[in-house]
């Protein structure tokens, strides 16, 4: 396996390459910022053009996902639409191919910025999720929180290796902020802004690619010996 694997609020989770989380424990995935619908969204408000197979390649890579870890619960955690006409507008054959993909399976949609409301596919609707020492939600909140960790996204980080931007997780002592799931959705540095001021100390950056790598989310930190957990 390709992943990085670590602890959070006493879960072993795992950073997979795709950006999406695995919990073995609970056979849980995670999914982050898909964004469906946003070449349609773009066009519609007369933002530009995107190339019109976003969609069909989100859902690709979370059906392979899906098909490798055969999960007993799919979170996906929140901005899962572009916003809610992207989600009337979603082609027939797209719906159905979502409707397969939550058979049998718990199916748990947390509200995000650009899809507040329900959405006619079937699961459960959230605004944030609770499980084990966890709590799931779409953008991080402030210190004190009473879980032991949190699971968000919204941030769609990235941070540079050789020059190039790259997709990542990032994870401090009990807080974790996935990459964006879907294709075309673009990124934040994680250098400075929001997330430097939202991560603590010895955050990492789990970089996406062949294999997810662990680098310092701050370039003048040491990686620290309570995440270095990886497989």
């Known amino acids: ?27 849980l995935l995670a999914v ?37 870890w055969r999960p007993a619960t799919v979170l996906c955690l929140g901005d899962s639409f572009d916003d809610l ?28 910025n ?15 999720h609770r499980e084990g020492g966890i709590v799931f939600r779409h953008i991080a909140q402030d210190a004190g929180e009473e879980a032991e960790g949190e699971v968000s996204g919204h941030y769609h980080p990235k941070t540079r290796i050789a020059g190039r931007s790259r ?13 964006a799931f879907g294709t075309f959705t673009g990124g934040l540095d994680c250098s400075g802004g929001p997330l430097d001021r939202l991560m603590g100390q010895g955050a990492l950056a789990l970089v996406l690619g062949r294999r997810v ?3 310092p989310m701050r370039g003048d930190q040491k990686r620290p010996s309570a995440l270095t957990a990886s497989s």
């Open 167 to 179: 997709p990542c997780f990032l994870v401090d002592s009990r807080r974790l902020v996935l990459p």
């Open 213 to 215: 790598t662990a680098v």
């Open 1 to 27: 396996m390709n992943g990085y694997g670590f602890s959070l609020g006493g879960a072993a989770l795992t950073a997979l390459p795709s950006g999406a989380l695995w919990w073995e424990e609970r056979r």
């Open 32 to 68: 982050s910022d898909l964004h469906l619908g946003k070449s349609e969204r773009t066009a519609r408000r007369g933002l530009g053009l995107l190339p019109p197979y976003e969609t069909e390649d989100t859902l690709a890579r979370l059906d392979a996902e899906i098909s490798a």
């Open 114 to 128: 650009h899809d507040p409301g329900p959405i006619d596919l079937g699961g459960s609707h959230l605004a944030e």
């Open 85 to 112: 006409d992207a989600a009337a507008a979603l082609d027939r054959r797209h719906a159905l191919w979502l409707v397969r993909l939550m058979a049998g399976r718990r199916w748990l949609w947390i509200e995000g």
